[in-house]
């Protein structure tokens, strides 16, 4: 009788394994495969590999689009400064213009940093390092020569801010190599000298200030402008000299340097037809008018040039022409013609 109701129940368990109970739900247990882990750590890295692969090709094509819309050479030898006051100065209301539509409209690039697009750029950021260059030389003479009573009273206030500006350093950032406290931009710098010159030129309209046209000052100024012409030449002439260990056509550096001088050139073009207007008596009483003007079409010539490619090529070839050698010859042109003016204002 045991043994039966004991073989009843053990029949019974045995139906009953792998049914539900009434009201329960089914337990069910999963079991993760043991390469889980490593395949979703599979799977993250390479989205992330395709993320930063976008990010790439973002950076690859649009930089360099970006870079090209930045770029901008104004070398329009029309130019006309709007603020130029009656009874100032035509030369500083020049230099003035020229360095605000700078940096307004074209913006600073010579300084931009490895994380901006136009940090890729070579002939803008050159031009206007040649351009401030020219200015700052300017500058010292307006301070030093021009803005004095005969050259012996006190320099003037603004022009002393002027002059030291412009003769900043176009390629400081606001955070500087070696130094580790940020530092004035060369855009603050330059936009302080543009309001310093016009306060200038406002006093000197109001007679407040000075702006001596005599011949020895308009000498002095031609003189420093034909010096700093004659350093441009000798660093053309010297990479023209060195074409062969680039093969002409290879010289990555001569861009760099036409742009440069090319700046240069059309910031003393600006200038020198300004200086005209402020010492037209002086120009007319010594019969220098025409030389005077020969001067200026000769270095015009080498202030708008822009060739699509720069070519360091051999000098007088037709396929392939030197445009360094052709930038030269028209700044030679104009220098000489400088030291003619000067002798004659020497007499």
């Known amino acids: 009788m045991q043994i039966g109701q004991v073989a009843r129940r053990f029949w019974s368990k045995l ?3 792998g049914r539900t109970p009434v009201g329960d739900e089914p337990v069910v247990e999963t079991v993760k495969p043991a390469n889980a882990t490593k ?4 799977r993250n890295w390479k989205s992330w590999r395709k993320i930063a692969a976008g990010v790439v090709a973002v950076i690859i094509l649009f ?8 770029s901008r050479i104004d070398d329009d030898p029309n130019f006309t400064p709007q603020f130029d006051p009656k009874g100032g100065s035509h030369a500083v209301a020049m230099v003035a213009g020229l360095m605000d539509d700078e940096l307004k409209k074209a913006g600073w690039v010579a300084n931009a940093p490895f994380f901006v697009p136009a940090h890729m750029l070579n002939n803008m950021p050159n031009y206007q390092i040649g351009m401030v260059t020219a200015f700052g030389r300017f500058a010292f003479e307006l ?4 803005g004095r009573e005969r050259g012996s009273s006190a320099s003037d206030p603004d022009l002393s801010i002027a002059r030291a500006r412009l003769q900043y350093s176009p390629t400081t950032w606001i955070l500087k190599p070696g130094t580790l406290w940020p530092t004035a931009s060369a855009e603050s710098q330059y936009k302080e000298a543009v309001q310093a010159l016009r306060r200038y030129n406002s006093r000197l309209a109001a007679g407040d200030a000075t702006f001596d046209t005599r011949p020895d000052n308009l000498l002095a100024a031609l003189d420093r402008i034909a010096y700093d012409l004659g350093s441009a030449s000798a660093e053309l002439e010297a990479q023209i000299t060195g074409r062969h260990k680039t093969l002409g056509l290879l010289d990555f550096k001569a861009d760099k340097i036409f742009y440069r001088t090319k700046g240069r050139s059309y910031g003393y073009y600006m200038i020198l037809k300004a200086l005209r207007a402020d010492f037209e008596p002086v120009i007319d009483s010594r019969e220098t008018t025409e030389l005077y003007d020969k001067m200026l079409d000769e270095l015009r010539i080498a202030a708008v040039m822009q060739p699509l490619v720069v070519n ?3 000098p007088g070839g037709q396929f392939f ?9 028209y700044i030679l042109r104009a220098r000489a013609k400088l030291r003619e003016l000067t002798d004659i204002l020497k007499k």
Do not use: C, Y
């Open 15 to 17: 139906k009953s394994i």
């Open 39 to 42: 395949v979703r750590k599979t």
């Open 63 to 70: 930089w360099p689009i970006m870079a090209m819309l930045t």
């Open 143 to 146: 301070e030093d020569q021009i």
């Open 312 to 314: 360091n090529g051999t």
């Open 321 to 329: 022409p030197n445009h360094l050698a052709n930038q030269g010859f």
